[in-house]
């Protein structure tokens, strides 16, 4: 009635005045008939501009490789591995060849990768609990006393993240539809900031580790929901790839039996494939709907892979450890149309990083306590110019994490092209730029770089506190 009081007129009173009742009527009704039009192309127009701007966020896709030497890829230089569509993905966005995950075993650096903490703030320092000296994940699955209170244990690493800064959580605040899928180590994934998940609390992700490997229908389903209700969309896909149980199908597995030097390779290489077929998938599924160039990709790898020659899904002298096999992913973004194609050779990421450039590329200020920096400005990178790893044991003493040195292995920092690895009982020196698989120890040779490369690794430790020790 309102809106109808605000377009009456004395005309109008002098007109009905003037006609027959009949007349009236109808005019009545037409007149209201075009106000109402009016009106609903009104409520249409703000309707659209809201989905607009729905639309003016980028969606991101963060693509998580599982346990993949650096230099494996196609993009990479590798002479035969074959990754056609991460090529294509890299080849659209910025790259840096030398970028490095947090930790060398995936839980932590998951963990980081949401935080965007290090491993010794959040005290997700490993895979699991410390359950007695020789007591691994096979003995604690078959052991119905140990199980339960192994998994009592680990939930106490995961309560820890509860109040820790995570870009999930941020992105699902400010309006973002989140999806879980592939590895997730932190129970109920809905606890944690995603609106939708695969993995429904077991250890390393349980149902979630089905996606890529037998199904990219939840992710796609998960995106038609998304754009039916005009909501920007976050999807983690952790693919459990190329990860072992090494079991590419043969068709892939065949391409490679005559290239590599051994079964172990050749069935690690068709893992990676796998991996690479899946994400073209993906891509393909966005660029379907549209959505492709509205869409920031972000692709990292958890920890680093070198398969042994002798044993087929194992590996040698890379994962658990701080060697550059171990550490050392490259990191790239891809945004069409807002982030200019290049590859850096020099500059050093990190996977700290990811957090804290997700969040402001989609409008959203990061927790000040994510000491990360924007991976799309390398200049802002270059002065940084250095890096560094947390390295604990695989099983933590879950009632010692307010010991930094609890559990160590190593810690890590690679400045520019001088890296130090500061292990509980020795140092050793690096000259990456001549030695880029590290092997020649100069640490004899250059006591003051160990010195102030030790300084810097003082330094850090006071800078990044253990923030979230104990869930509050």
């Given at each position: 009635?309102?809106i109808?009081r605000?377009?009456?007129?004395p005309?109008?009173?002098?007109?009905f005045?003037r006609?027959e009742s009949?007349?009236?009527?109808?005019f009545?009704?037409?007149?209201?008939?075009?106000?109402?039009?009016?009106?609903v192309?009104?409520?249409?127009?703000?309707?659209?501009?809201?989905?607009?701007?729905?639309?003016?966020?980028?969606?991101?896709?963060?693509?998580?490789?599982?346990?993949?030497?650096?230099?494996d890829?196609?993009?990479?230089?590798?002479p035969?591995?074959?990754?056609p569509?991460?090529?294509?993905?890299a080849?659209?966005?910025?790259?840096?060849?030398?970028?490095y995950?947090?930790?060398?075993?995936?839980?932590?650096?998951?963990?980081?990768?949401?935080t965007?903490?290090?491993?010794?703030?959040?005290?997700?320092?490993?895979n699991?609990?410390f359950?007695?000296?020789d007591?691994?994940?096979?003995?604690?699955?078959?052991?119905?006393?140990l199980?339960?209170?192994?998994r009592?244990?680990s939930q106490?690493m995961?309560?820890t993240?509860?109040?820790?800064?995570?870009?999930?959580?941020q992105?699902r605040?400010?309006?973002y539809?989140?999806?879980?899928?592939?590895?997730?180590?932190?129970?109920?994934?809905?606890?944690?900031?995603?609106?939708?998940?695969?993995t429904q609390g077991?250890?390393a992700?349980?149902?979630?580790?089905?996606?890529?490997?037998?199904?990219?229908?939840?992710?796609?389903?998960?995106?038609?929901?998304?754009?039916?209700?005009?909501?920007?969309?976050?999807?983690?896909y952790g693919?459990?790839?190329?990860?072992?149980?090494?079991?590419?199908?043969?068709?892939?597995?065949?391409k490679?039996k005559e290239?590599?030097?051994d079964?172990?390779?050749?069935?690690?290489?068709?893992?990676?494939?796998?991996?690479?077929?899946?994400?073209?998938?993906?891509?393909?599924y966005?660029?379907?709907?549209?959505?492709?160039?509205?869409?920031?990709?972000?692709f990292?790898?958890d920890?680093?892979?070198r398969?042994?020659?002798?044993?087929?899904?194992w590996?040698?002298?890379?994962?658990?450890?701080?060697?550059e096999?171990?550490i050392?992913?490259p990191?790239?973004?891809?945004?069409?149309?807002?982030?200019?194609?290049?590859?850096?050779?020099?500059?050093?990421?990190?996977?700290?990083?990811?957090?804290?450039?997700?969040?402001?590329?989609?409008?959203?200020?990061?927790?000040k306590a994510?000491?990360?920096?924007?991976?799309?400005?390398?200049?802002?990178?270059?002065?940084?110019?250095?890096?560094?790893?947390?390295?604990?044991?695989?099983?933590?003493?879950?009632?010692?994490?307010?010991?930094?040195?609890?559990?160590?292995?190593?810690?890590?920092?690679?400045d520019?092209?001088?890296?130090?690895i500061?292990?509980?009982?020795?140092?050793?020196?690096?000259?990456?730029?001549?030695?880029p698989?590290?092997r020649?120890?100069?640490?004899?040779?250059?006591?003051e770089?160990?010195?102030?490369?030790?300084?810097?690794?003082?330094d850090?430790l006071?800078e990044?506190?253990?923030?979230?020790p104990h869930a509050?």
């Amino acid at each position: 009635m309102t809106i109808i009081r605000t377009y009456w007129s004395p005309a109008l009173t002098q007109f009905f005045h003037r006609n027959e009742s009949t007349h009236r009527d109808e005019f009545i009704i037409n007149f209201l008939n075009d106000k109402m039009k009016k009106i609903v192309l009104i409520l249409s127009m703000i309707a659209a501009g809201t989905q607009a701007q729905a639309g003016d966020k980028p969606n991101v896709v963060f693509i998580l490789s599982d346990d993949q030497g650096w230099g494996d890829y196609g993009f990479m230089g590798h002479p035969h591995i074959k990754t056609p569509n991460l090529d294509q993905l890299a080849g659209e966005g910025l790259l840096y060849e030398r970028g490095y995950t947090t930790a060398a075993i995936c839980r932590p650096s998951l963990a980081s990768i949401v935080t965007g903490l290090y491993p010794h703030q959040t005290a997700v320092r490993g895979n699991g609990p410390f359950m007695g000296k020789d007591v691994d994940h096979k003995r604690i699955r078959k052991d119905k006393k140990l199980r339960p209170l192994a998994r009592q244990r680990s939930q106490v690493m995961t309560a820890t993240l509860t109040h820790a800064p995570s870009m999930v959580r941020q992105l699902r605040d400010n309006g973002y539809a989140t999806l879980q899928t592939g590895k997730w180590w932190e129970e109920n994934p809905l606890d944690h900031g995603f609106t939708e998940g695969m993995t429904q609390g077991g250890s390393a992700g349980d149902r979630g580790l089905q996606i890529g490997r037998k199904t990219m229908q939840p992710i796609y389903n998960f995106v038609d929901k998304a754009q039916k209700a005009a909501q920007p969309f976050f999807i983690w896909y952790g693919v459990f790839l190329p990860h072992s149980p090494h079991n590419a199908p043969d068709r892939l597995y065949l391409k490679y039996k005559e290239l590599a030097p051994d079964e172990s390779t050749a069935r690690y290489w068709a893992n990676i494939a796998w991996l690479d077929e899946t994400c073209g998938q993906l891509v393909d599924y966005l660029k379907e709907k549209g959505l492709y160039d509205n869409t920031l990709f972000v692709f990292t790898a958890d920890n680093g892979w070198r398969p042994d020659p002798e044993k087929v899904s194992w590996y040698v002298r890379s994962k658990k450890e701080p060697v550059e096999a171990g550490i050392r992913t490259p990191i790239f973004l891809t945004h069409k149309n807002e982030i200019v194609p290049h590859r850096d050779k020099e500059t050093l990421a990190s996977n700290i990083d990811i957090a804290p450039t997700i969040l402001k590329a989609c409008g959203i200020k990061p927790d000040k306590a994510m000491p990360g920096l924007d991976l799309r400005k390398p200049e802002v990178l270059a002065k940084r110019d250095r890096i560094f790893v947390d390295l604990y044991e695989v099983n933590i003493r879950v009632d010692a994490v307010e010991d930094l040195d609890s559990d160590l292995v190593a810690r890590v920092v690679v400045d520019g092209w001088d890296k130090l690895i500061v292990r509980p009982d020795s140092l050793e020196l690096y000259d990456l730029k001549n030695d880029p698989d590290d092997r020649t120890d100069l640490s004899a040779q250059d006591p003051e770089k160990v010195q102030e490369l030790s300084a810097l690794i003082n330094d850090w430790l006071e800078e990044t506190p253990i923030i979230f020790p104990h869930a509050p």
